[in-house]
């Protein structure tokens, strides 16, 4: 069923996303040596595109087919085609194998079931000694679905850490705060909205 959510959203519009990577990627992995980058929840391939042009080996996961489909075909008018690795798999039950010199999950929330501090703490597990893992999500909910999704809780970047129960002194905390950015809402109007980033080097 999530993968039917989520197809038949992508569904909806010629374009979801901005097709742009996400400022706090751009932000937190600009200085980063390139290697091998998991993208996980890729959704059109704005980050993992970024990434690849950068000079990173991706591999991008998300759930919906339709989404894959039109990140292959951006990926392949960017010219970085043969740096990424598009997989589909629910998280819920299947994980990319390998490990990563960065993991990165952007707003991996969904209106659907998701375990997702279990797919997180698998996420820690496929980091690469020396490597990072960077959890960004939404500290709040947007104005205009804020009334139809009061009992969603947002964890805090702190919430966040305590999930992933990381073995003591294999990790260091590198970023941990909350940030504002601006969005474009559904009627056209300029929003700030809340978002926090987790950053951490395994050791």
Known sequence: MSQ?????????????????PNDALVREVAALTPGSALDLGC?????????????????????????LERAARHAATEG????????????ATSFPAGEYDLVSAHFLHSPGEL????????????????????????AGLPPWEEHAHGDVHLPTPQE??????????EWEVQVA???ERTQTAPDGQTVTRTDNTLRLRRL
């Not at 970085?80 to 998280?91: S, Y």
């Open 4 to 20: 039917e959510l989520w197809d038949a959203r992508y569904r909806e519009s010629d374009r979801v996303w901005s097709g742009r």
């Open 43 to 67: 959704g059109e391939g704005g980050d993992a595109i970024w990434l690849a042009g950068k000079g990173w080996r991706v591999t991008a996961v998300d759930i919906s087919a339709v989404a």
């Open 80 to 91: 970085v085609a043969g740096r990424i690795d598009w997989q589909r798999h629910d998280l």
């Open 115 to 138: 375990p997702r501090e279990e797919i997180l703490r698998t996420a820690a597990d496929a980091v690469a000694r020396g490597g990072v893992l960077l959890i960004v999500g939404h």
């Open 160 to 169: 966040v850490l305590e999930d992933l129960a990381l073995p003591e002194g």
């Open 177 to 179: 705060e909350e940030h």
